[in-house]
C-alpha cells in the first residue's frame, strides 16, 4: 500500500497539470526573434522534454516571416490550426505561454548615405586605376531605402565602362551569407580636378607652340578627351586647328610638324658602302621623320621618292 503511494501522487499531479503523461508542452513565447524566410514552432516557443519528438516538432515551418527590419504577430490559434491542418499529432500536445507572439525579423537599413560610402570606398580602392587629380563623386542618383537580412554582407560594385573615369552607372550587388539578395543600378558622375594646359592666347591652325603659348588651369578630366598634363609634351607641336584663350590643349589637338615642306629645298643624299653623294632637291610633299616623299632632282630634273632623314634632308637609296 505505501509503495503505491508515490505513483499516485504522480499521476494526480500530471492530470491537475493538465499534461498528459509522455506529451509534448509548447510554451508560446511573447515575443521571438527569427531569421529565415519561414518561422519555424522551434523559433516562436519552448518545447519540453527536450529529446527527438520536441526536435522534429520544432522545425516545422509554420507562416512566411516578415520582411528584414519588420514585424508580425501570430496567435495560438492560428499555430494549432496550421498544425491540424499539415496532418501533425496534437493528441499528445499540451499548449502554454503567451496567446501570441510578436515576431521580429533584424535587417540592415541601407539608405543613400551608405550607398555614397560604399561607392567612395569602391573609389578610394580603385585609386592606382585613376589619374593624378582630386577625383570623387559629382553626383549619385537618388535610391529609395531598403533593408537586408541580417547576416554576413558581401558587396561586389560593377561600373559599366572598362575605365572608371568614363562610367555613367554603378551595378551595386549586395549578397548577404553568400546569396544574392539586392540588384542595384545606380547612375553616378565621376569628376577629375587637376591642373591642365590651356591655351596661354588665342592660337592658330598651323603655329608652332612654345612655353609662352601655353599656361595650366584646372580641368575636369572626366570632360576631357585627350588632355595633355605636361606643358613639355607640347612644345614644339604643331595646331592641327584653331583654338581660343583658355581652351585645354587637347592631344588631338596638334601634331608633330613636318621636317620637309612642300616646296622647299632639301639636300637630298645617297650612299653606297663608304660612298656618299650629295644632290640638291625641290620637296613636292610634306613629310615627317621616316617618310617616304616625293623630291625633284634638280639636277637631273627627275622626280625620285626619298625618305626624310631630318630638317631639309632626304636620302635615297642606291
Not at 516545422?60 to 491540424?84: M, N
Not at 499540451?94 to 551608405?114: N, Y
Not at 546569396?179 to 596661354?200: F, H, K, W, Y
Not at 650612299?271 to 613629310?287: E, I, M, P, W
Amino acid at each position: 500500500m505505501f509503495l503505491l503511494r508515490p505513483v499516485l501522487f504522480l499521476a494526480l499531479a500530471l492530470l491537475l497539470s493538465g499534461a498528459p503523461a509522455f506529451g509534448l508542452d509548447i510554451e508560446l513565447l511573447p515575443e521571438a526573434t527569427v531569421s529565415g524566410e519561414l518561422i519555424t514552432l522551434g523559433e516562436i516557443a519552448r518545447l519540453s522534454p527536450a529529446g527527438p519528438k520536441a526536435e522534429g516538432y520544432g522545425a516545422i515551418s509554420l507562416f512566411r516571416s516578415p520582411l528584414p527590419g519588420g514585424e508580425s504577430v501570430i496567435g495560438r490559434d492560428a499555430v494549432e490550426r496550421y498544425l491540424a491542418q499539415h496532418g501533425t499529432d496534437l493528441a499528445t500536445v499540451s499548449w502554454s505561454g503567451a496567446q501570441s507572439v510578436r515576431v521580429l525579423r533584424p535587417g540592415v537599413g541601407i539608405d543613400q548615405g551608405r550607398i555614397r560610402e560604399v561607392l567612395e570606398e569602391y573609389l578610394a580602392n580603385n585609386r592606382s586605376a585613376l589619374p593624378p587629380a582630386d577625383v570623387r563623386f559629382k553626383s549619385i542618383s537618388e535610391t529609395k531605402p531598403f533593408v537586408l537580412p541580417a547576416g554576413s554582407l558581401e558587396i561586389e560594385i560593377i561600373p559599366d565602362r572598362p575605365s572608371l573615369l568614363d562610367a555613367r552607372r554603378f551595378t551595386i550587388l549586395y549578397r548577404v551569407d553568400g546569396r544574392l539578395e539586392r540588384n542595384l543600378s545606380v547612375r553616378a558622375e565621376l569628376e577629375a580636378i587637376a591642373p591642365v594646359v590651356v591655351a596661354a592666347r588665342d592660337l592658330r591652325r598651323g603655329q608652332i607652340l612654345t612655353a609662352a603659348d601655353l599656361l595650366y588651369a584646372d580641368g575636369d578630366l572626366a570632360q576631357l578627351r585627350d588632355p595633355v598634363l605636361d606643358q613639355r609634351e607640347l612644345v614644339g607641336t604643331e595646331m592641327k586647328r584653331s583654338l581660343r584663350q583658355g581652351s585645354p590643349v587637347e592631344r588631338s589637338a596638334v601634331e608633330i610638324p613636318p621636317l620637309v615642306r612642300r616646296g622647299e629645298l632639301v639636300t637630298i643624299t645617297a650612299s653606297k658602302g663608304a660612298l656618299t653623294v650629295t644632290a640638291r632637291g625641290l620637296a613636292k610633299q610634306d613629310g615627317k621623320m621616316g617618310e617616304m616623299i616625293r623630291v625633284v632632282n634638280n639636277s637631273s630634273d627627275k622626280e625620285i621618292f626619298c625618305k626624310v632623314l631630318g630638317p631639309g634632308l632626304v636620302g635615297v637609296e642606291l
